[in-house]
């Protein structure tokens, strides 16, 4: 059974710099694409980054493309989103996703297991 646990959250002014981290466990994260989406009040969830199973690339969202970067230990089972420059818009709860072979990353169904998510707070 798979099991994603994000952590790392928390507030922080804009400009700052936070890490967020996902513990994997019940999954050969090697098969896995590992992405992060994140959901602000009423609106729909985002892709904000991927790392491909098939061939470890990197995918960003627009909107964070240059400032956050998607790392992952496959032999911690971890994944990490760093993010910089935070903007009070980058504010939501931060979810990790896994799914295997996944095709289109940015799409949320393609992902098959979901953490509970962490919650990101920039301020003005």
């Known amino acids: 059974q798979v099991q994603l646990v994000e952590s790392g959250g928390g507030l922080v002014q804009a400009g700052a710099s936070l890490r967020v981290s996902c513990a994997a466990s019940g999954l050969t994260s090697s098969l896995y694409t590992m992405g992060w989406f994140r959901q602000a009040p009423g609106k729909e969830r985002e892709f904000v980054a991927a790392?491909?199973?098939?061939?470890?690339?990197?995918y960003y969202g627009d909107s964070v493309k240059g400032r956050f970067a998607i790392s992952r230990d496959n032999d911690k089972k971890m994944v990490y989103l760093e993010m910089n420059s935070l903007k009070p818009e980058d504010t939501a709860v931060y979810y990790c996703?896994?799914?295997?072979?996944?095709?289109?990353?940015?799409?949320?169904?393609?992902?098959?297991?979901w953490g509970q998510g962490t919650q990101v707070t920039v301020s003005s």
């Open positions: 996703a896994a799914g295997r072979f996944v095709r289109k990353y940015v799409v949320t169904a393609e992902y098959n297991d």
């Open positions: 790392n491909t199973w098939s061939d470890g690339s990197l």
